[in-house]
């Protein structure tokens, strides 16, 4: 009877077909909940909500030929953007980034020790390590040169 | 489907795995030591194919803590309760910083270190002797590409972090600190004091205090990196900048700010340069000057450093 209703549906039925399927969604409770769930799908589709799918219908309904895929991968996505946010992330790949593109590389700038400098009294390195962790701040050559 | 159920297993596979409490409790026992011992030796940086060696003594009764740099000049740091001064004998300068991260960041407490297991595995490795000291290996394995991974090796009965090498994606050595002799216990007052007589010099004070830089924030936030601190400074003689700090616990990445001026924005190269571990990723933004500077991967630095954006209050 799903396919009936899915064929309802999308137009698909002769005259009589249809007031047959009509006549079974007065009578069939489980009929009803089938044309009400074909068009919740239908209307969370148009507007871009996703819905729980339900059981896989027969191979000769185009409505559902065209949902499924449309609703697993609206379900994968749902799941991968959730991975995304999930702080506790195991071999999961990274969020895209916004910057595809590689950086041009350029020297370290010209106060890049002050910069060190000013960044390592934050870093909780220095809580494993003390002052050892502060070499990288004069360790630059360039800015004391060597005699 | 089968995709998506694959991708839910192995996400709760990663949430179902918990850390040894015997594992953190090293890391505990590593910041215990850098807080409580007195101790002096001679330790060797590696970054590339350069290295330097320093050395590092710590009087733990006052909390005074002094490096000098053993090779070329002779550039040392001596950090009290309250500030960090760092000797530079090249420019006669004396840089002058607020003390303030292992007070302020104790991300090593217990209950702060549950949270470095979000974004790092955390295990024990083999037991080797370093410099004379029986060593366990301690490995934080990053869960993601946008940290660093650590091996660090402790001394079983101290605690001492003899040696710290960080590692990339591919395992390859960035850069590593690594003891070659160590004392503990036997230190003065005296031997923690600077050996420049500095009144000359000049000094650059940070005078950094908190802030809120009205305007300025990032349109995405880096997973796992935390705004731990924004404040208005001064970096070097005089400039005027804001820096604000993201953590994950382990790492951290400060982001400068300063205006630009005809001449500052002459001597800007626009990029991504490294030193060692760290990256410094420099971009413009509303007639700003941006330098992200962190101990991260390239790819961390620049995507917080392209989610800078002001909007007018």
């Keep these: 009877m799903k396919e009936r209703i899915s064929a309802l549906m999308d137009g698909e039925l002769d005259e009589r077909e249809a007031a047959e399927a009509i006549a079974a969604l007065t009578d069939d409770a489980r009929a009803r909940g089938a044309w009400r769930t074909y068009h919740l799908i239908g209307d969370a589709l148009r507007e871009g909500r996703w819905v729980v799918a339900p059981r896989r219908p027969a191979a000769n309904a185009p409505f559902w030929r065209i949902a499924l895929p449309a609703i697993a991968v609206a379900a994968a996505v749902a799941l991968v953007s959730w991975v995304a946010f999930v702080p506790v992330q195991h071999n999961t790949p990274a969020p895209p980034t916004s910057v595809a593109q590689a950086p041009v590389t350029v020297p370290p700038p010209r106060a890049a020790n002050d910069y060190l400098l000013a960044h390592q009294g934050f870093s909780p390195r220095v809580a494993l390590q003390g002052m050892a962790a502060y070499v990288r701040t004069v360790s630059d050559p360039a800015e004391e040169p060597r005699r | 489907m089968r995709g998506a159920l694959a991708l839910a297993a192995v996400v709760l596979a990663g949430a179902a795995q918990a850390q040894s409490p015997e594992t953190l409790s090293w890391l505990r026992k590593i910041y215990d030591a850098s807080q409580k011992l007195s101790y002096t030796g001679t330790f060797v940086y590696q970054q590339g194919a350069r290295s330097e060696t320093s050395r590092i003594t710590r009087y733990g009764a006052g909390d005074i803590e ?181 953590s994950d616990g382990l790492a951290a990445v400060s982001v400068f700010i300063e205006p630009l001026d005809a001449a500052r924005r002459e001597a800007m190269r626009t990029g991504l340069a490294s030193v060692g571990a760290i990256h410094i990723y420099t971009r413009e933004v509303a007639n700003h000057m941006i330098t992200v500077v962190g101990e991260a991967p390239a790819v961390s630095v620049q995507r917080i450093a392209d989610a800078v954006e002001y909007r007018p209050q």
């Excluded at chain 2, 650590?150 to 590593?176: C, F, H």
Aim: hydrophobic share 40%.
């Design chain 2, 66 to 246: 002094r490096l000098e740099v053993l090779d070329g000049m002779p550039r040392e740091i001596v950090r009290t309760r309250d500030t960090v001064r760092c000797y530079l004998p090249g420019s006669k300068v004396v840089k002058v910083e607020h003390r303030a991260a292992d007070r302020t960041f104790p991300a090593l407490l217990p209950e702060k270190v549950g949270e470095l297991a979000r974004h790092y595995d955390i295990g024990l490795g083999e037991t080797r002797r370093i410099a004379g000291f029986d060593c366990q290996a301690i490995l934080l394995t990053p869960r993601d590409n946008l940290r660093y991974g650590y091996r660090l090796y402790a001394d079983a009965g101290s605690g001492m972090l003899l040696k710290a090498v960080t590692v990339d994606a591919g395992g390859e050595t960035i850069e590593q600190f690594s003891f070659t002799q160590l004392s503990i216990g036997h230190v003065t007052r005296d031997m923690v004091r600077t050996r420049h007589s500095a009144s000359t010099w000049r000094i650059d004070n940070a005078d950094a205090s908190p802030a809120q830089l009205a305007g300025w924030s990032l349109s995405a936030e880096l997973p796992g990196f935390r705004k731990i601190v924004e404040l208005k400074r001064r970096l070097g003689a005089s400039r005027s900048v804001g820096q604000v700090v993201y």
